[in-house]
C-alpha cells in the first residue's frame, strides 16, 4: 500500500510537470507607458532551445501556446532596431508578460556630447514634416564660463536657455545614441523625423526617423528645458 502511495504521488508530480499552458503578453513604450499597436514578432527561449518562433503582436497583444513553468526568454526587434533578450520567469498562472520595445541596448560608443570641449559649439537641428505639420526647430550648446549653456529655438526665434548640468548632459549623450540608431528605424509612416548634428559648424551625422515609433526630441526638450508645448 505505501509503494503504491509513493507511485500515484510521483504520477501526480510528473503530470503536473508536464502540463503546458498559454501566456499572454503585451508589447508598450514602457517610458511613456504607452501600447505599442506595430505588428512585430518575437521568438521564446529556454535554456538556449528555441520554444517557438515568430510569435505576431497584433494590435499590441501576443499569445504564446505550450509553455511549462520556468524562465524563458523573449527575444524581439527593439524601435531603436537592436536585438533584446527579456528574461522572465512563466508561472502557472499564466502571468502576463510584457514587452518593452523601447528598451535600449547601451552601444558605449563616443558621442559629440562626451568629447564636448570648452571650445566647441554643438548644434541639433530637428525638422519634422508630416500630412498635416511642419516643425523646424534647433537646440545650441556651447561653453560660457566653463558652464555647458542650451539654447532652444523655434522657427528661429531663441525661447528657451539654461545651464546644463551633469544630469541632463548624461541625457543627452543617452539621446545622441539613440538617435544613431534610429537609422535602423522600421519606417512606414507618414511623419518623418530629421535629425542633423553639427559640431563647429562641420555635419557630424543626420538620420532620418519615418517610424513614429520615437518621440525621443520632444521628451529631450521636456528633459533639458521644461518645455512641454
Same mark, same amino acid.
Given at each position: ?6 507511485? $500515484? ?131 545650441? $550648446? ?54 542633423? $548634428? ?32
Amino acid at each position: 500500500m505505501k509503494n503504491l502511495t509513493i507511485i $500515484f504521488l510521483i504520477l501526480i508530480g510528473i503530470s503536473a510537470n508536464s502540463q503546458t499552458f498559454s501566456v499572454k503578453g503585451i508589447q508598450k513604450y514602457c517610458e511613456t507607458d504607452r501600447t505599442d499597436s506595430r505588428e512585430r514578432y518575437l521568438s521564446v527561449t529556454r535554456n538556449d532551445s528555441v520554444i517557438v518562433e515568430n510569435v505576431k503582436t497584433r494590435f499590441g497583444e501576443f499569445k504564446v501556446k505550450g509553455l511549462k513553468e520556468g524562465f524563458y526568454t523573449f527575444k524581439f526587434t527593439n524601435i531603436f532596431g537592436q536585438i533584446v533578450n527579456y528574461k522572465t520567469e512563466i508561472l502557472k498562472n499564466g502571468n502576463q508578460i510584457t514587452i518593452c520595445v523601447d528598451t535600449f541596448q547601451e552601444t558605449n560608443e563616443k558621442t559629440l556630447f562626451s568629447e564636448l570641449t570648452s571650445e566647441d559649439k554643438l548644434i541639433i537641428e530637428y525638422a519634422s514634416s508630416g500630412c498635416f505639420h511642419f516643425d523646424n526647430e534647433q537646440m545650441k $550648446f556651447y561653453y560660457e564660463k566653463e558652464k555647458l549653456i542650451a539654447e532652444l529655438y523655434i522657427s528661429e526665434k531663441l525661447v528657451k536657455r539654461k545651464k546644463v548640468d551633469s544630469k541632463s548632459l548624461e541625457y543627452l549623450i543617452g539621446f545622441e545614441k539613440k538617435v544613431k540608431q534610429m537609422k535602423n528605424n522600421m519606417g512606414g509612416c507618414t511623419t518623418s523625423d530629421l535629425y542633423v $548634428f553639427s559640431l563647429n559648424n562641420e555635419t557630424g551625422f543626420s538620420v532620418n526617423d519615418s517610424s513614429c515609433d520615437w518621440n525621443g526630441y520632444r521628451e529631450l526638450k521636456k528633459e533639458i528645458f521644461n518645455y512641454t508645448k
